[in-house]
């Protein structure tokens, strides 16, 4: 563990960090597009069915 820093001689240190922020983001997007597949977890349907819902609620109880 004491010659670690020794592997920074053979990959470039502005690649590895750049190619992790990459991998983490679309691992991130991946991840979000799983749920918004899944039923239980889509937040966006959900959010459209209660504005829906509050829409048509409020012209039945003004007329």
Known sequence: MGKFYKIWLIF???RVFVAQGVFLFLLAVMIHLVLLSTPGYNWLQEAGARA????GAAPAASE
């Open 12 to 14: 470039d240190p502005r």
């Open 52 to 55: 829906m819902a509050a829409q």
